[in-house]
């Protein structure tokens, strides 16, 4: 994947609708071998690494025995997008959402199964460079903070 070198017009670069809650044997399945993978505070960390693009990832073990699932998410783009729709695009996460103002911005994200996550997006110099997912619902209203 070549970060920031799609639009909102093209498929998505990847889909991570569903990517919270997955399992950490679907995220090596799906990405490969993690260039980092260390345990912090009861937490598995991992971080994917592609031309132009990261992905960290946190896991936690629901019960003890148990593959950790991912609980919250951050991929970044070097060269980044114009506008947040064509990054939530490239993502595979959301097709038609209006553009919102500069800054740090927050969004509720839906996966297929109906639950309701945040999403937040950073803008650096003009440019959307990093999206992330959080497995919680939102306490916040759309927007700006």
Known sequence: MAG????????PLLDLRDFL???????????GRPAVDRWSGGDRWLRFEGPGWSLRARARPLRTGEG?????????????FDALV????ALGLVGGVPDLPEGELRLPLRDS??????????ERAGRIHAVSAFDE???WESGRR
Not at 21 to 26: F, Q
Not at 113 to 122: F, M
Request: proline share 4%; net charge negative.
């Open 68 to 80: 950790a699932r991912i609980r919250s998410w951050t991929f970044a783009f070097e060269e980044g």
């Open 4 to 11: 920031g070198q799609t639009d909102s017009g093209r498929e």
């Open 113 to 122: 199964a109906g639950r309701l996550h945040s999403l937040t997006a950073s």
């Open 86 to 89: 064509a990054a939530l695009c």
């Open 21 to 31: 809650g997955a399992s950490t044997a679907t995220a090596f399945e799906r990405f």
């Open 137 to 139: 619902p939102p306490d």
